[in-house]
C-alpha cells in the first residue's frame, strides 16, 4: 500500500506526532456511558424538585 502523503515536511510532522503522543492527548479515555448520564440527571432533578418543595412549605408556608 502507498504511504499516506502529507504536506508537511518531516520535521513538523515529527512535532505533530510527538504533540499527539504527549500530554492531554496521550490519555486514555473511559467509554461514554449515555445511560449512567442520564441516572444522575434524573438523580439532580429529583433532589431540585425536593429542595424547591421544602422551600415552598418552610420558607413560603
Known sequence: MEETQTRLCP?????????????TNANE????????????LAVII?????LSRLIGVFVLG
Open 46 to 50: 429529583v433532589m431540585l424538585g425536593i
Open 11 to 23: 520535521e513538523d510532522q515529527a512535532r505533530v506526532d510527538r504533540f499527539i503522543t504527549t500530554g
Open 29 to 40: 479515555r473511559n467509554r461514554f456511558r449515555p445511560l449512567k448520564l442520564m441516572f444522575w
